[in-house]
């Protein structure tokens, strides 16, 4: 039997999966499910080549994991083939709890953390596989003693935005995202139970840094990619309010579920809940991007003016004006767009809301009152990034920027 299952990657080129209990976990209908999960959401209505998966950065993160365990055993750390491949299934399957367009509807059906969901479905997998994934839920929840594991699944520094920095770089052709991440996992050590970086790679921490920051503001907060996730909320927020209404709306049974019914976290661990024959993970895990996309295009013949026209709009790409600023916008001028938009589509003043949004967005590169970058020094002693970064201001980094915005229909005249 082969040990081993090579992948062409467009990223990283030709990439190995070991046999075992990590194929299994990728041949498993619920992390195929990842592969109708767009990683970008939206932001293909701005960069077209933005169709890539969540499915393709569950490899590509595994893939870094892998590197990265080598690296540090390289370098004296013992790390034996039951922690390496935990790490590996811990990495594989931290995105799993994602729903329909990623974050860009995270609380919308679902009013749970994506983060949530993916421990619930590695419990799951668990008690399916007889406890063989204990050792990878507890570096995944950093309940294991080896907590450098736990930061190379989930920290400033970890394998998760070393591979989403430069994937979705190369899928939107934004060059700023470009990231050194073999040469920044090359640098990685080991001290004292926490992950840190070789002084001499601090100029490709610097440059990560940098490239996150740019992403962040010519990707994921893209004015334009923002007001498609704008319209796309409200056109949620409208369905579940008709739903609430008992109003009949089209959806597949997941989603007509998720719609009609409000579900918390602990229904999602209850297998006793269920519906159409399964529990609510198992909705949950039959829920994807061609399930809202399907509701959206029949919802534009739908009878309620407000649900239609959104729908309509997104269908036609006809998206949200998006003004971002430095301050608050005047309530004067909400106001008055909400009063255009009621007389301009015959509809009350109170679903005006759905057109008119007004509220902040923030961008953090760095965040020093989390989990930090720490640098090795050539005499072993480790300090903080902003104590030793020399090429720019790392402080200029760390702080959170935030922005105000305010979306309205192109076609009304402020």
């Known amino acids: 039997m082969k040990t081993r299952k090579i992948i062409n990657d467009p990223v990283y080129g030709l990439i190995e999966l070991p046999r075992g209990k990590v194929f299994n976990l990728v041949e498993h209908p619920w992390f195929q499910r990842l592969r109708r999960i767009r990683q970008l959401g939206l932001t293909e209505l701005v960069y077209p080549g933005a169709r890539h998966t969540r499915f393709h950065h569950a490899l590509g993160a595994t893939y870094l994991m892998t590197m990265a365990l080598d690296v540090l055993r390289s370098k004296g750390h013992l790390i034996n083939a039951e922690e390496s491949e935990a790490a590996i299934a811990a990495i594989l399957l931290h995105d799993m709890g994602h729903g329909p367009f990623s974050h860009a509807l995270e609380h919308q059906l679902v009013n749970v953390r994506h983060e949530q969901l993916s421990l619930v479905f590695m419990e799951a997998l668990n008690k399916e596989m007889n406890g063989a994934l204990d050792l990878a839920i507890a570096i995944f929840t950093n309940q294991y003693e080896k907590g450098y594991l736990h930061q190379l699944v989930s920290s400033q520094l970890d394998v998760d935005r070393l591979d989403y920095l430069r994937r979705d770089s190369f899928f939107t ?110 909705l949950f895990a039959l829920l994807d991007d061609d399930d809202l996309i399907a509701s959206i295009k029949v919802w534009v013949s739908h009878p309620d003016p407000v649900l239609s026209r959104l729908c309509a709009s997104f269908v036609n790409r006809t998206l949200f004006k998006n003004l971002i600023q430095d301050k608050p916008f005047e309530s004067e001028k909400i106001a008055q767009l909400k009063e255009k938009v009621s007389r301009a589509y015959h509809i009350p003043l109170a679903d005006a809301s759905y057109f008119v949004i007004s509220d902040t967005i923030e961008n953090s590169a760095y965040k020093q009152e989390t989990d930090k970058i720490l640098i090795k020094e050539k005499d072993g002693t480790v300090t903080e990034i902003v104590n030793v970064a020399d090429m720019l201001n790392i402080r200029a980094l760390s702080g959170t920027v935030s922005k105000y915005f305010l979306c309205y229909p192109k076609e009304i005249v402020v």
């Open 173 to 282: 052709g934004v060059s700023e995202g470009v990231v050194s991440s073999d040469r920044i996992i090359k640098m990685l050590d080991v001290v004292d139970d926490q992950l840190v970086v070789e002084k001499k790679g601090i100029y490709s921490i610097e440059k990560f840094l940098i490239a996150r920051r740019l992403m962040y503001w010519q990707v994921y907060l893209h004015k334009t990619v923002h007001a498609a996730e704008q319209l796309v909320l409200s056109i949620l927020k409208r369905a579940v309010f008709l739903a609430q209404q008992g109003i009949d709306l089209f959806g597949t049974p997941a989603m007509r579920f998720f719609l009609y019914n409000k579900v918390t976290l602990n229904d999602f661990k209850n297998p006793d809940l269920r519906a159409h024959g399964k529990n609510v993970l198992e």
